[in-house]
């Protein structure tokens, strides 16, 4: 199949510019003005931004949490997210206790492949690193996941010890470390405090887990990275000293990256007091006024490299469970459909700029996530295209999304522009509000970070 797109304007993370762009076989094959080419047809773009599509590096499809299973399995995931624009879904896979890193690929893989949309790439998340199983780090690596997280919270979180070790043979291996940090203790002694004192409604999920008990796990997990000058990338940052730590650690030219999420910009710690708070129930929890503006300055300044969304939605009847006791509602929000259009939208409001949003959302992650194929509209990669209405007035609501949940903490967010096509590689799988994917198109994607 071969296409141009024309007259629209192309949006890079340094530049906005009047270019037609060509798509053969999957790939982009030219860029310039007034292209005419023999044999391919033609998709006007006038009045419309083209831009390449977003890759969400944060995302936990089909995942076993809370006694449950969050509810897009791949392929409702990766439509979900085809039609929001974004054309990679990066997912973490848990290592099982005694299993092997590249053996966690593999049996996570042969899930997938047959249900993704859009093409996908993994991140292991390190639960088990006795015996041998640290060195086996590297046949992921060369498997093409280069990239691990380790979880400073939850039953399969690491100890710091592991967390030191994790960190240091990442830097011998050409790999890199994801953090999700919160301090576990802290989490636990509060969580215990308010259960026995009555206190059991949403809100003291936030409580049990406030500002400082993020602040405190950022800044250790920092200080582990800054003393073995390993890089670290720290996932949903939400709160404001830890932007500071970020920043600083920046400054002093340590390689510390910071990812934050779409629902920590625009929601605050309130909607934990509403009666459907258990639906916003996911950790770190969203904070107060005050990070949230910590985290939009960061932005500003540079000092947020991604916006990734954390998606990991569970139904209602699931989220009810917690009604009248926090600890039993499953953490986690639907979001891969709304994070490039809720960027491109703040970015239409006078935010921030329509460069800094796709440098946010796709050529940063491409970037530090070693996707040599994706992340820019350029001649030679991957035809991950996304067409953009300036212009088109869209109200979020459960009924409009494509995801497998059966409510979003985003109803009734008003959006300025929408995403009106979506290709991936150059196959238009979302078209004016309708997926037209289909299972099997995505494809695993090999990265390096070398
Ligand atoms: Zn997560």
Redesign the pocket.
């Known amino acids: 199949m071969q296409f141009v797109i024309k007259n629209g304007t192309i949006v890079s993370a340094t530049e906005m510019y009047q270019a037609d762009v060509a798509v053969a076989d999957g790939k982009i094959v030219a860029i310039g003005k007034d292209l005419s080419l023999e044999g391919y047809d033609v998709v006007d773009a006038a009045g419309k931004l083209v831009l390449p599509g977003a890759l969400d590096v944060?995302t936990?499809l089909a995942m076993p949490f809370g006694g449950t299973i969050s509810s897009d399995d791949y392929f409702a995931g990766t439509r979900a997210a085809a039609c929001g624009g974004t054309t990679t879904v990066f997912d973490?896979i848990l290592q099982d206790f005694d299993e092997k890193m590249v053996d966690a690929v593999k049996r996570r893989d042969a899930l997938c492949a047959p249900d993704a949309a859009v093409d996908y790439a993994f991140h292991v998340g390190v639960k088990d690193v006795s015996g041998d199983l640290l060195d086996s780090m590297e046949e992921a690596v060369e498997f093409g996941v280069p990239t691990f997280k380790v979880f400073m919270v939850y039953d399969f979180g690491v100890s710091d010890g592991v967390f030191y070790k994790v960190l240091q043979k990442s830097k011998e291996i050409g790999a890199r470390i994801s953090v999700?940090a919160e301090n576990n203790e802290m989490v636990n002694m509060l969580v215990e405090k308010y259960i026995s004192e009555g206190k059991t409604s949403a809100w003291y999920h936030y409580m049990s887990r406030p500002e400082f008990v993020e602040k405190e796990a950022d800044e250790r997990a920092i200080s582990w990275a800054k003393e073995l000058n390993a890089p670290l990338y720290i996932?949903?940052l939400a709160n404001k000293g830890g932007v500071e730590a970020v920043t600083k650690a920046k400054d002093e030219g340590y390689e510390i990256y910071a990812e934050t999420c779409p629902q920590y910009l625009h929601f605050t710690n309130e909607v934990y007091k509403r009666e459907d708070g258990r639906n916003f129930v996911c950790s770190p929890p969203m904070k107060g006024q005050e990070s949230q503006d910590a985290i939009w300055d960061a932005i500003i300044r540079g000092d947020i490299d991604t916006v990734a969304t954390?998606h990991?939605p569970f139904q209602s009847y699931e989220k009810d469970w917690g009604k009248d006791d926090f600890r039993k509602i499953p953490n986690g929000c639907a979001g891969v459909e709304n994070m490039y259009p809720y960027m491109l939208s703040m970015a239409n409001k006078g935010k921030i700029s329509f460069q800094k949003a796709v440098e946010l959302c796709s050529e940063n992650p491409a970037r530090l996530f070693g996707c040599k194929d994706k992340g820019s509209l350029s001649v030679g990669k991957d035809a991950d295209i996304v067409i953009y209405d300036k212009d088109k007035e869209f109200t979020i609501s459960v009924d409009n999304m494509h995801s497998d949940c059966d409510h979003t903490i985003w109803e009734g967010a008003e959006l300025k522009g929408y995403p009106v096509q979506t290709y991936s590689k150059g196959r238009l799988v979302f078209d004016n509000g309708e997926f037209l994917g289909e299972r099997g198109w995505g494809k695993f994607v090999k990265r390096s970070l070398k």
């Open positions: 944060h936990h973490f999700h996932v949903h954390d990991c």
